[in-house]
């Protein structure tokens, strides 16, 4: 049994917990409404098909693993042919988006401008 004032520190220390609680997670909702504002959608152009089609040499993947390379790729290409030269392909799956000497993705990596990074701590 607490005596009053130590119901009362809990009931304080219960309070100060929870406004913390609410104040992360809305700093969390805030943090992900900002990246996802920033992000966009890369379609399946006749562009992205194309490069995806052509990636069976460089690196045979499953179907929607070529897709998603497929249209990083030729949008690092059209940003770099936009002067852009800062480009970073964030992912963890190393096994199939990892350039090696087995596979030639850092060579088609390479030609967009395109930076791979294992993690999400872009430099």
Known sequence: MFSRQEAKLVQTFESHIKN?????????????????????VIPPSPGVVATTMALYPVKSLPPFDEMVLGAVLFRAQELFNNGERVLYFCNANIRDFGPTSGNALGAAYAACGLQYLSDFKVP
């Open 20 to 40: 913390e609680r609410r104040d992360a997670l809305a700093a969390v909702e805030a943090r992900v409404n900002g990246a996802v504002a920033k992000m966009s």
